[in-house]
């Protein structure tokens, strides 16, 4: 979730309408639903899609809680602030959606979709296909994107893309430290905060399942009902006894140590890198758990240890090209970086680009290759990445 793509502004959101909801019920409160408005905002500014069932699922759940418990002569006032908030939020995206794409009711990502054939629809629906774009990189992205649409109609298709989903849950938002409290959760299931959380995660998952792309960001506003279902099996499992002793109160002191004590032992290992250098690849593969790919990473460590500075060319045929993991890009100063990253643009525009760099190290990056395949273009010896795939 924490990436270049964001994520931070939606889990807030989610947050904040996961917090004050409760609230408004118990004791309605113009602050609270003002805060469950907001909440809502940026939800759906941020993750529109995801939002919309997340939202829908809480408003169902406020509608069934005020009706069990008496509550519906109060519902109207309480959330009346948070509504106003949500109706001039929606306004200002209905504005912005005009004067972006002509159509107050058209997003710009639906716009690029229709200009540009990417990214492609819901998977039910039939492929966007654009004739005419000039850009030959927005082209060879939009093929192997409607070739990727059309296996998603099929089942091992479907089957690989929700192998995904888990995946990269697993590393967004849980992970092994995690894993037993979530597990415990179980055992607190009729609880109504459990109920809660596991539905509007049940809720977005099926969304998501619409969906043909998956990236951890998408379920930001999920964050806090992670963390919710995290907290019920903490409190079980400190609870559990063994024969009258208090083991499950061990296991979760245990347990929250290790949690606080994993990223230092994370940033001993980075500093201990010049003492022991066999720590850097090690270290690039757990940096890299969270993209899609490590062989990015290992190929960064491998050129990193050169001499010098160095340019990578990354060769990737159009036919090949994976419209998740991504190879090339740089921070904002390029100047600075020891390895320099850019597409293979054709012999000529390449030697424009090495004149340019001219005192860097040139290295053929082919991608595709199985194992990727690091090839010498400024007559330097060849070099052995391991690990690479």
């Known amino acids: ?54 939202l829908a699922f809480v408003l169902g759940w406020v509608l069934w809680r005020a009706k069990s418990a008496g509550l519906w002569h109060r519902l109207p006032s309480a959330l ?28 710009p990502y639906i716009e690029v979709q229709h200009q540009y054939g990417v990214n492609q629809p819901l998977i039910f629906f039939p492929d966007v296909f654009v004739s005419g774009v000039r850009d030959r990189q927005i082209t060879a992205e939009a093929a192997t994107q409607i070739r990727f649409h059309k296996r998603l109609r099929t089942i091992p298709g479907f089957l690989a893309k929700e192998a995904g989903w888990l995946r990269t849950t697993w590393r967004c938002f849980l992970g092994f430290l995690p894993l037993p409290p979530l597990l415990w959760a179980w055992a607190a299931r009729r609880q109504l905060a459990f109920f809660v959380a596991f539905g509007a ?125 991504e190879w090339v890009y740089n921070s904002a100063d390029m100047n600075s970086q020891r390895v320099l990253w850019a597409d293979d643009l054709g012999e000529a525009e390449n030697r424009t680009l090495m004149r340019h760099f001219s005192g860097r190290t040139v290295w053929l990056i082919e991608s595709d290759e199985d194992p990727v395949r690091i090839a010498p273009l400024s007559g330097q010896a060849a070099i052995k990445c391991p690990g690479l795939r």
């Open 1 to 54: 979730m924490d990436s270049y793509w964001g994520g931070g502004v939606a889990a807030l959101g989610g947050a904040l309408v996961f917090g004050a909801i409760p609230r408004v019920l118990e004791g309605a409160t113009i602050r609270h639903s003002l805060i469950a408005g907001v909440g809502t905002a940026l939800s759906l500014t941020t993750r529109p899609y995801e939002s919309v069932f997340f």
């Open 80 to 107: 009346l602030p948070g509504a106003v908030v949500v109706v001039a939020t929606g306004l200002f995206m209905c504005y912005q959606d005009l004067r972006v794409t002509g159509n107050p009711l058209r997003l």
């Open 201 to 325: 995660i049940t809720v977005v998952a099926l969304a998501n399942a619409l969906y043909g792309y998956f990236f951890g960001h998408y379920d930001a506003p999920l964050a806090v009902a992670w963390l919710l279902l995290m907290m019920i099996g903490w409190r079980q499992m400190r609870c559990w006894k063994y024969h009258g002793r208090p083991v499950g109160l061990a296991f979760s002191r245990a347990l929250s140590i290790s949690v606080v004590l994993s990223p230092w032992v994370l940033y001993a290992a980075r500093a201990a890198e010049p003492i022991w250098p066999s720590l850097q690849t090690w270290n690039r593969r757990v940096e890299d758990e969270f993209s899609v790919h490590n062989n990015r990473a290992l190929t960064l460590a491998c050129l990193e240890a050169q001499p010098g500075r160095q340019l990578a060319i990354v060769r990737t045929p159009p036919s090949s090209r994976d419209p998740g993991p």
